[in-house]
Structures are given as structure tokens and as C-alpha cells.
């Protein structure tokens, strides 16, 4: 069964320095989703990706975040500077979608992110 | 491994008894609504899905109902088993986007 992978599985940083994370997605998926999950919530939707471009980018903070799908296929979430407040899982998803029809989004199994 | 959550709402039930786990939603504009699984320290894993032209769908040993008029969705677990245990998320989607917004979450405990 075709899964997305994410890596690094964990990570521990100490704040102000760079960290990066990288979601290979479902094989043909053509929607790529990050998101971050504080402990005890649901996750939140940081960027939505169409290929290679960026959907939806609303609640990503981008004065310290970006994120990239050059090809269209595999993507990276870096944040520059960490804080202490970006502990958390950061969760990919994929789906088959394209245009406004409702597939379902396939996680992967997430990194988790400690900033000391 | 880790707690996904540590407050959430609890819902204990017996090995081979039904599991019922509510979910209350807030847009009316939802049409599409996942429930997913999710044991400590790992990604959220699809337990079925459900249009809003449908009040129910059923796949294996789970059931999904959808109440439109009071915004209210259920997952049903028949003969609950140990392996069900893990937090419990419903999600829902609107409108042109294709985010996924998720509820709180609830906790699954199976007791022997």
C-alpha cells in the first residue's frame, strides 16, 4: 500500500537555528499538505501545494517559515529561526485531488519537532 | 511512546462492546467530512469519509452518520477491539478549499 514518508522522524534543536523537514508524497498525488499539531489538539493547516505551486499559504508564518515543491513531487518545510513555540508534530498529506473535488488527504507518520 | 493528547474527552468502553464517538460541527457550508485514527505518535490514518448528500456510510466494523440539521457527526465501532485504542478526529472541508479542519479529538480506551 503506497504511504507517504516524512523524515526526519524527530528532532531536537535549540532555538534560533534552522531546521528542515522534507514528505515525499502518495505516487501521483497532485495536492501536498503540511501541517503542525500542537500536543493535544488537531492538526492545522500550515500550506496546500497543486504541484508545484502553493494554494494556500494563510497560516504559515512566513517571516520564519517556507516551504517547496520545485518539481512538483517531494517538498520541504524548513523554519529560520526556530522558537521555542515550534515544538510540535509537522504532519504531510497528500491527495489525488485536482480542482475542487473532495478526495481524501493521506498522512504521513509526521516529525516531531523539539526546540530547547 | 508519547500522549497525542493529554486533555482530551475520554470515552472508555469493553472488548467486543459498540463504540460511539460525536463529533459536532460549526460550518453549515461543510460537504465533506473524514474520520481518522490516531495512536500516539503517529500521522493520522483515513477511517472512512462522507458527502453531505449522504446520512450514512458504512465500511468495515465502522459506521459513519451524518445529521445535517444539527451539524452533527458520529462514528460507530462494532465489537470494539484493543487495536481500536487511539485518539479519535473528525475533519470536515467547505466550500472551493480543500482544507481539512479538525475537531478536538477524543480518546479511545478498550478495557479487557
Known amino acids: 500500500e503506497a504511504e507517504v514518508a516524512q523524515s526526519p522522524r524527530y528532532k531536537i534543536t535549540e532555538k534560533s537555528q534552522a531546521v528542515a523537514f522534507w514528505c515525499d508524497p502518495i505516487s501521483g498525488h497532485a495536492t501536498l499538505y503540511w501541517y503542525r499539531q500542537i500536543l493535544g489538539q488537531g492538526p492545522e493547516l500550515l500550506v496546500q501545494f497543486q504541484d508545484e505551486s502553493v494554494v494556500d499559504d494563510s497560516q504559515l508564518p512566513k517571516d520564519r517559515f517556507s516551504a517547496e515543491r520545485l518539481k512538483g513531487v517531494d517538498s520541504t518545510l524548513k523554519i529560520q529561526p526556530a522558537e521555542l513555540g515550534d515544538s510540535a508534530m509537522y504532519l504531510c498529506?497528500?491527495?489525488?485531488?485536482?480542482?475542487?473535488?473532495?478526495?481524501?488527504?493521506?498522512f504521513g507518520p509526521g516529525t516531531r519537532l523539539l526546540v530547547l | 511512546g508519547e500522549s497525542v493528547g493529554l486533555h482530551l474527552p475520554t470515552l472508555s468502553v469493553q472488548e467486543g462492546d459498540n463504540s460511539i464517538i460525536n463529533c459536532a460541527y460549526s460550518?453549515?457550508?461543510?460537504?465533506?467530512f473524514i474520520w481518522y485514527k490516531q495512536e500516539s505518535g503517529k500521522g493520522p490514518q483515513f477511517i472512512i469519509d462522507i458527502r453531505s448528500n449522504m446520512d450514512k456510510r458504512q465500511g468495515q466494523r465502522v459506521t459513519v452518520l451524518l445529521n445535517k440539521t444539527v451539524k452533527h457527526l458520529s462514528l460507530q465501532i462494532a465489537a470494539t477491539q484493543p487495536g481500536d485504542s487511539a485518539v479519535y478526529f473528525c475533519a470536515e472541508m467547505a466550500g472551493t478549499a480543500s482544507k481539512l479542519t479538525f475537531g478536538t479529538g477524543t480518546r479511545l480506551q478498550v478495557t479487557l
Open positions: 498529506a497528500s491527495s489525488s485531488q485536482q480542482g475542487g473535488f473532495r478526495e481524501t488527504q493521506y
Open positions: 460550518n453549515s457550508a461543510s460537504d465533506y
